[in-house]
């Protein structure tokens, strides 16, 4: 029975060391003898029946009459060896018992650990059915890689039967996972993990293989244990999202270039639109024909601002805008700004004014583009919404021990804003007043693009507001690479000593806030009445035209409340340039023109010191570049587009130059060359986007001709409705001199091009 457990027993041993990859090491089991090696019973002495044998002879010696010594000696033999025979048979059953003792607790000990096995292959035979029946892989491997033991799931999936698989590498079954180098766990264990292909019958199928690898301390034996479970949903899912994401970037972009499309085909004709709609209104019109042609370009104006926000409102969406630092100058963005809005605000009888602290930087380095289009919105805003009063811009620096920011503070005296609207007006497609009878239209994209394009500069926009009482909406960048102001300004104008009357308090407000950062003194009057207590001690009189009457009534009135000694600058509208030589006349020194940049007043003030401004300067020598733009220039237009081509040339030829329109990029080449030396072109307009040869190349074919015959460079000007900065660089880049955005605006037009020639 002993023998038989034994055989079953290294028997299963066996079996477990194939079937289960964690298994210890099996030790073989030998079992204890039955009895111990006791030391053999002793033998000495003479046998039973010798012993009867010498009894009875010493009762026959006794019955003969024998000598007693023989009697008494065969007795005590006799009974000496029986002594010695009981006490070796009692030695003989002791050891024959403790041998049953010994062999019945060897076989209890046996049976135990033959259970204890059954039990630990039973635990293991469990925990790999359950591992089997979650459908993971389990593979052991040896240091060279080769398959010491793997689970039924795995030689299904490999189609094998689980017993081929040993000594086998995975490579040889067409699966790529390497083995790890021996150095990577040389002292410690190495969990890796991957994810791995394995062709199937049904297809590839993905696992997540994680193997842990083991060097042995003892022994110095490497082993690789395996893991792997199938991921092939999540795999085919991760595909499925990576190429609905493909689609939707691809969607994008197509939208993105649709709309970019679209809005380039609607500028060209819009372009047509809003500058024949000018040409006429310079025309001999009725007053109600005006009105219609007002309209035109007001429609015009308000569909080509919201193609505009539709535009960028795409781009932000699609992640695509990056903004462009560059060198910029803060006072010119912020004048520029307030001049192009400034007929606007004169429309609507309303001030418009900008004051720039001294302690502004000259430049910093941000997205000039970028810092105008965010201004334009919010100044523009301030300006659609307020009926009275005014807008006023103020340019400030903010710095701490950590932070340099540059505040544009835009605040109006209109309407105002609910608390609740504070933070909805900055949402897409949100308006102050969302109701169907709002006065004021619009897509409601200004803010929300203005909001993000603040936030990709590294800045933020705020608003504060009161019902009734105006709102102020402040923009803050960062002042990166500040260029310092120059030194020594803060008492530039402290002989001074102003008063300003006007009636428009906003742009009275920021002269007076100009004045007083340089160190002089202002009074604001809104009537003449209310300066002449400022009178004493004033040297500086700035008069609204709008006060004004064309015979100088009111300066009149005001010398002699007591401004007898003081120098008198009149402030006038672009409207009012016609009465100039009636101003002058009346006893006004010179004039700044509304509303008035900063820089310029501190000119006109510092030089209008004592009687200098009311002498007479003399006229400057006409240059000849001054000449040339008298005598008009000779233009060169290359232009695809006739409603274009017909309104730059009208505007040009009513400024007095002359004009030649070729329709494509070759043309313009061939006009330029052909020319030869005795006849060149002044300037030359060039659309980007044309037949045969685009503009682009175009300008790099007439600069290779100017450097192979050593000419000075023709001035040329890009004509295109792209108005990104990146494109206005690119041509530059390319040897343009200039950019002007369609839709083309005369005046701008005419300026730009004169502007080409060098004074």
């Excluded at 699966?175 to 040389?186: H, L």
């Excluded at 105006?470 to 001074?496: K, M, Q, Y």
């Excluded at 100017?706 to 792209?722: G, T």
Aim: aromatic share 4%; glycine share 8%; charged share 25%.
């Amino acid at each position: 029975m002993v023998a038989d457990s034994d055989i079953r027993q290294d028997s299963k041993a066996a079996g477990a060391d194939r079937l289960i990859p964690d298994a210890p090491k099996r030790q073989v089991l030998v079992a204890p003898p039955l009895a111990p090696e006791l030391p053999k019973a002793s033998h000495e002495g003479l046998p039973f029946l010798t012993l009867v044998a010498i009894a009875v002879m010493a009762g026959l010696a006794h019955l003969t009459g024998a000598p007693l010594i023989i009697t008494a000696g065969l007795a005590a033999i006799a009974f000496a060896g029986l002594a010695m025979h009981l006490r070796s048979r009692r030695d003989e059953l002791r050891t024959a018992a403790l041998l049953d003792e010994t062999a019945a607790r060897s076989r209890a000990e046996i049976e135990t650990l033959a259970d204890r096995m059954w039990e630990m292959q039973e635990s293991e035979e469990r925990f790999r059915g359950l591992i089997d029946a979650l459908g993971d892989l389990v593979v052991h491997r040896d240091r060279d890689g080769h398959i010491v033991y793997a689970n039924s799931v795995f030689a299904s999936l490999v189609e094998l039967d689980a017993r081929d698989l040993a000594g086998k590498t995975l490579s040889e079954l067409g699966i790529d996972v390497g083995v790890v180098p021996d150095a990577a766990f040389s002292d410690h264990e190495c969990l890796s993990s991957t994810d791995v292909a394995i062709r199937t019958p049904n297809g590839p199928r993905w696992f997540s293989w994680i193997e842990l690898s083991v060097r042995d301390k003892d022994t110095g034996a490497v082993s690789h244990r395996a893991i792997a479970r199938d991921i092939t949903a999540r795999k085919r899912a991760e595909s499925s999202l990576i190429t609905a994401r493909e689609r939707a970037e691809y969607a994008s972009q197509a939208k993105s270039r649709f709309l970019a499309t679209v809005s380039h085909e609607i500028r060209t004709p819009m372009n047509g639109i809003m500058g024949m709609a000018k040409l006429l209104a310079d025309t001999d019109l009725s007053p109600e024909q005006r009105t219609y042609v007002g309209a035109v370009s007001t429609s015009a104006s308000a569909l080509l601002a919201l193609i505009e926000d539709l535009l960028d409102y795409s781009k932000i969406e699609a992640g695509r805008f990056e903004p462009e630092p560059q060198p910029t100058s803060l006072r010119e963005i912020a004048d520029n700004i307030i001049e192009l809005l400034a007929a606007k605000a004169f429309a609507k009888n309303i001030g418009l004014g900008c004051h720039v602290e001294p302690d502004v930087p000259q430049m910093i380095t941000a997205d000039p583009g970028r810092v105008r289009q965010v201004l334009l919105n919010l100044i523009g805003n301030a300006v659609k919404f307020t009926d009275t009063g005014g807008v006023l811009l103020t340019v400030a620096r903010a710095r701490t021990e950590t932070t340099d920011r540059i505040c544009f503070t835009v605040a109006d005296t209109g309407p105002g804003l609910r608390e609740e609207d504070m933070e909805r007006i900055f949402e897409e497609f949100e308006q102050s007043d969302g109701t169907s009878t709002r006065v004021h239209g619009g897509a409601g994209l200004g803010l929300a693009i203005s909001k993000r394009l603040a936030a990709a500069m590294g800045g933020t926009i705020s608003v504060s507001s009161r019902l009734g009482e105006g709102s102020e909406f402040v923009l803050e960048l960062p002042a990166v690479a500040a260029t310092e102001p120059p030194p020594h300004r803060d008492n530039i104008l402290a002989d001074r000593r102003a008063v300003i009357v006007s009636k428009n308090a906003t742009e009275a407000d920021a002269i007076a806030r100009a004045i007083r950062a340089h160190g002089g003194i202002v009074e604001i009057a809104a009537t003449p009445s209310q300066a002449a207590p400022f009178a004493a001690g004033c040297n500086v009189l700035l008069i609204d035209a709008a006060l004004e009457n064309s015979d100088g009534r009111l300066l009149k009135r005001l010398r002699d409340s007591g401004f007898v000694d003081c120098e008198a600058i009149t402030l006038i509208a672009p409207t009012d340039r016609g009465m100039l030589g009636e101003f002058r006349a009346s006893g006004y020194a010179t004039f700044l023109a509304r509303p008035v940049r900063g820089e310029t007043l501190l000119r006109v003030l510092l030089t209008s010191h004592g009687s200098a401004l009311a002498q007479p300067r003399p006229a400057p020598r006409e240059t000849s570049s001054a000449r040339k733009r008298n005598q008009g220039l000779s233009v060169l237009i290359a232009e695809d587009n006739d409603i274009n081509a017909m309104l730059a040339r009208a505007t040009l030829l009513k400024a007095g130059h002359r004009v030649k329109i070729v329709g494509n990029g070759k043309a313009a080449v061939d006009a330029v060359t052909d020319a030869g030396l005795k006849f060149r072109f002044d300037v030359v307009l060039m659309d980007l986007h044309m037949p045969v040869m685009d503009g682009l190349d175009a300008i790099a074919a007439i600069r290779r001709h100017e450097e192979s015959l050593a000419m000075p460079p023709i001035p040329i000007m890009v004509l295109s409705a792209d108005s990104q900065e990146k494109t206005r660089h690119a041509v530059l880049a390319h040897g343009a001199s200039g950019f002007v955005t369609k839709p083309l605006d005369p005046a701008a037009l005419v300026q730009a091009v004169e502007g080409q020639v060098a004074a």
